[in-house]
T-cell receptor, first 112, second 113 residues
Framework: GDSVTQMEGPVTLSEEAFLTINCTYTATGYPSLFWYVQYPGEGLQLLLKATKADDKGSNKGFEATYRKETTSFHLEKGSVQVSDSAVYFCALMDTGRRALTFGSGTRLQVQP | DSGVTQTPKHLITATGQRVTLRCSPRSGDLSVYWYQQSLDQGLQFLIQYYNGEERAKGNILERFSAQQFPDLHSELNLSSLELGDSALYFC????????????FGAGTRLSVL
């Protein structure tokens, strides 16, 4: 079945550092890929998405590119802020079923 | 604010009991999804409803059931509760126009003692 693998956390960075959170997936067909963010005590918010190979999703300085050849969708940000501290989930949605399959989540802690 | 409302925010109950979690989707959204977030299993899809009909099932236990009402709100019923059912339960909704974008509620935290 479908699966998503994320790098283990927590990831601790200083403010203005470069962020990469790795995400790889296994799926049949051509899934859509997502990054969701969960701030403490809140639900999940869609951060960005990509629906086909080579698409780049971007939002709030975060970017991720759908790489079919490496089955990856790594999240990057050039300069993190303390307010980016949260848990980040990579997810896929297959073309048939509309349910999301999530990775295990990566906690990001940004220190001033 | 995602526009998806879940009640209650917290629920504390005992083993063997039954509880009902409620979800109101965003205005106009016909699809409702339920997810469970637990420490050991992570975030897992439970079940989807579309306009009152069950559309897809995930890792939902037989002790759990759901339904979607004519006004499109949904309820997740959990019965014969066990300690392991303690988790955060999320509801999400999506529209027909942007079917692959799901908006999540803030969740209901269930504690089974």
């Amino acid at each position: 079945g479908d699966s998503v693998t994320q790098m283990e956390g927590p990831v601790t960075l200083s403010e203005e550092a470069f962020l990469t959170i790795n995400c790889t997936y296994t799926a049949t067909g051509y899934p859509s890929l997502f990054w969701y963010v969960q701030y403490p005590g809140e639900g999940l918010q869609l951060l960005l998405k990509a629906t086909k190979a080579d698409d780049k999703g971007s939002n709030k300085g975060f970017e991720a590119t759908y790489r079919k050849e490496t089955t990856s969708f790594h999240l990057e940000k050039g300069s993190v802020q303390v307010s980016d501290s949260a848990v980040y989930f990579c997810a896929l949605m297959d073309t048939g079923r509309r349910a999301l399959t999530f990775g295990s989540g990566t906690r990001l802690q940004v220190q001033p | 604010d995602s526009g998806v409302t879940q009640t209650p925010k917290h629920l504390i109950t005992a083993t063997g009991q039954r509880v009902t979690l409620r979800c109101s989707p965003r205005s106009g959204d016909l699809s409702v999804y339920w997810y469970q977030q637990s420490l050991d299993q992570g975030l897992q899809f439970l079940i989807q409803y579309y306009n009152g009909e069950e559309r897809a099932k995930g890792n939902i236990l037989e002790r759990f059931s759901a339904q979607q009402f004519p006004d499109l709100h949904s309820e997740l019923n959990l019965s014969s509760l066990e300690l392991g059912d303690s988790a955060l339960y999320f509801c999400a909704s999506s529209s027909n126009i942007a079917k692959n974008i799901q908006y999540f509620g803030a969740g209901t935290r269930l504690s089974v003692l």
